[in-house]
C-alpha cells in the first residue's frame, strides 16, 4: 500500500489528542496535521463516576468523534499497528503506511482486565461491577442500587490509572446512597488500595482519611487483587507485605483494573523500560527523537494521569513543537500540574490541585481540603460543558 506523508501525525483522537490538534490549527500558520484515531465516539470519562453513581445516564458522557475532529486537520480512521521512529513511520491497522516529520503521540492508557483471574467473565454478575468502560459502568450503579446488605469491596491497583482518587470516589457515593437506602447499618463497606496510602499529597490524604473515618469506611492497604471468584463471591488478594492470598467475601464488588500503556507502544522504540513513551517531564520531547512528542496518560510522566492534567500539557506540546518546526528554543514549560476532583458523596467533593512536587496548586481562595457543594456542582456540570465546548475545541 502507498505511504502517505504529513507534516505532523497526531496518534491518538481522545483528550489529548484532538486539544493538540485544535490548538494547532488556531496557530496563525497552522501545519498540516493527520490524526489517527479508530473510534466514531469520544467518552468524557470522568463523568463514569457520577454515571457509577446513578447521577447521570452514561450516554451524557458520549459524542460522536466527528463532531470535535478540528476543521483543517485530516482524521485517518484507523488504529496505530507499529511505530517506526527511525524511519519517521508508523504502520496502520488497515496496513496503511505514514510517514510524518513531526509525531504526537497521544494514545491513552490500556485497561488489563485480564490480568485479574476471572475478572471478564464475572463483570456484570454476581454483583461485580467497574465504572472503567462504557460498556460496564452501568452495571456499578445496577450493583449499587439493588445492594440489600453485607460486604462491598471496593479495589484499586498498583498500577497507575485514569485519575488516582476515582477508585475512592465510587466507594464514597456508594456508602452514601447504602445510608439513604437504609442499608448501611446492615453493611460493611471496605477499600482495598494495593498502595501505601490513601493519596499522594498528604493535605488531601489527611482529609480523605478523615472522610473515610467518618463514613465507617474500613481501609485496607498494600492488598493486590488477583482473583474474582463470582459464583463464589470470593476476592482473592495478595498482600504485597508478606506475600501471602488474602481471601475477602463480597456481596458486591467494585473493581479498578491494572493498566498500562498499550501493548503498541511497549513493544516500540518510543518506550521508556516501564512501557510508557519516554519524554522530558518539562518539555514533552521525546529523549531520543526530537521530532517527536507525547502528553496524556500513555507519556511517563510522574504525575497523576487526568483530562486536567492534559490541558495543562497540550499547550506546552503545541508551542513547543511550532518552535522546532520554525527552528526556535524550546521555552514551554509543563510543571506536573495535574487535578483530582475526589467525590466524597452526593453533593460534597474535594479538589485536589497539585505538582510534581506533591505540592497543593489550589484555584480558588478558600481551603479545596474542605468538602463543598459548590466544587461538587463544579465537576457535575461546569468541568463537562468547559471540556466539549472549551477544551476540545483548542479554547483553553
Known sequence: MATT????????GGTAGIMVAAQLMELPSPPQVALIEPSTRHYYQPLWTLVGGGVFPREQSVRDEADYIPRGVTWLQAGVASFDPEA????LSNGASITYDYLVVALGIQIDWDKIKGLKETLGRHNVCSNYSYDTVECTWQSIRTFRGGNAVFTQPST???CGGAPQKIAYLADDYFRRSGVRERSTVQFYHAGASIFSVKKYADALL???DRKGIELHFQHELVEVRG???????????TGEPVTVHFDML????????????KVSPLAHSTGWVDVNQYTLQHQRYANVFSLGDCANLPTSKTGAAIRKQAPVVVENLRALIAGQPMTAV????TSCPLVTGYGS?????FDYGLEPRETFPFDQAQERYSMYALKAYGLPAMYWNGMLRGRM
Not at 88 to 91: A, Q
Open 88 to 91: 519517521n513511520r508508523l504502520t
Open 254 to 265: 467494585h473493581v479498578t483494573p491494572p493498566m498500562s500503556a498499550p501493548d503498541v507502544i
Open 231 to 241: 459464583e463464589a463471591r470470593e476476592a482473592i488478594f495478595t498482600n504485597l507485605v
Open 5 to 12: 506523508h504529513y507534516q505532523v501525525v497526531i496518534a491518538g
Open 349 to 353: 467533593l474535594i479538589l485536589a490541585e
Open 210 to 212: 478523615q472522610v473515610a
Open 334 to 337: 509543563y510543571d506536573g500540574y
Open 160 to 162: 497507575p490509572v485514569k
